[in-house]
Structure formats: structure tokens, C-alpha cells
């Protein structure tokens, strides 16, 4: 069903379950779901966020400045990517890490044409810094991606199996939604993404599906056209 996808990680999923640091099961367990994908045929490229080491937002009001801040953020999302590419290529799969500003010799310079060439030979693609540009989250720069590279679906990996009315982990009266379009989402204040993101995937008619990552077998089973997670689309 879908032979591109952006997958969207949060820096907080490669901390484990502390969310903080790097945790190498989990790296190792996203690296083996990844890599079994690619080695099928699937073509992935990832974003990845940076809040396990630092969220620059969440820093305003402790000393630091937005804009310092969010840079701190970018290169958060860097070192996630560094060690996740090492995870997949212990796999056998060729992964390269570029970054939205030049990094050089550390990773290379994002140009979109570049990453679609490691896609089409069979590689994962790891796009970190963001945007480039602070006040933009990684969801945002997730949806731009998506977008440059002709993704046929943006893939948000979370803990949970989708979105729900409420936080299931909080209320155990949570519906989840089977599928529900991006007015619905917005109207009803469901935070999928945040509404930058949300626009770029309505305007570039960029579905999004959100799942949990963390079962074992889901990408797959997603990317194979199977019904996991839930489907949100323009």
C-alpha cells in the first residue's frame, strides 16, 4: 500500500522508557523493525525529535532564549539520528543521516534528491536538524519532508495504537478513532501534530497515520496496507 513514508519519531521514544538519554534496546528494537522493513522492499526516510536530550521550548523561563534554545533542540535531534543510522547498519542496512544545515564531516547536507537516491537503492534516509529554523517543531519539519521527498504517508510511531478521544494512558474511557480528517482533529483539539504541521498535510494532501511503534511488527504490517493505527487525512 505505501512504498514511501516519512516515519516520525519522538527523541523521548529513543530514551526507552525513561524518555531521557539514549536507551540501546530501544535503538536496537527500532533499528530491527526499520531495517526488516527496508530489507522488504519499503522505502524510509526518518525525522526524529530531540526532547530525550534537550526541548528548547521547554527551556524558556529556565535561562534560556528561544532561539539558542531551539538550536540546542536541532542538534538534539542530530546525535539521535548518529546513533540510530549505527543501530540500522548493524542490521545490514545502509542508513546516512543529513541535517537541515551543513554538519559536515558529521553528516551530510540535506538536499532532497540526495535522500530519495539512498531510498531508491534500498537505504533509510535520516533527516535531523528540523526545519533549519527555530520557533518549528520536528512534527513541522516531518510534514515538509514528507512532502519534498513524495511521501505517500507521513507515520507518526507513538507508544499508544492511535488517537483517542482523551489520553488512554490517563482515561481509560478513551475512544480510539478508526479515521478522522484534519478539520476534525483541529476542531476537536486533538494534538496529533501541531497546527503547522497540520496545514503543510492538508495543503500537500499529505495523510498521516499515527501508531504505536512499539509493538513489534506494526511498521511492517502498516507499510504491507494492513488497518494499524489511525488514519488522518486532508
Known sequence: MYKRVLLKLSGESLGGPA????????????AQEIATAAKAG????????????????QGVGKGFDRVDGDKMGMLATVINALALKMFIQAEGVEAV????????????YYMRDDAVAV????????????TGNPFFTT????????????ADALLKGTRVDGVYTADPEKDPSAVKYEELSFDEAISKHLKVMDQTAYALCADGKMPVIVFDMNATGNLTRLLNGEKVGTLVHP
Open 19 to 30: 524518555g531521557k538519554g539514549l536507551d540501546t534496546a530501544w535503538l536496537e528494537k527500532y
Open 42 to 57: 519499503m522505502q524510509i526516510a526518518i525525522v526524529n525529535g530531540g526532547g530525550n536530550i534537550f526541548r528548547g521550548l
Open 97 to 108: 543521516v543529513f541535517t537541515s544545515t551543513p554538519m559536515e564531516p558529521h553528516a551530510k
Open 119 to 130: 531510498l531508491e537503492r534500498g537505504g533509510v534516509a535520516l533527516i535531523a536538524g528540523g
Open 139 to 150: 512534527d513541522s519539519g516531518a510534514a515538509l519532508r514528507a512532502l519534498e521527498i513524495g
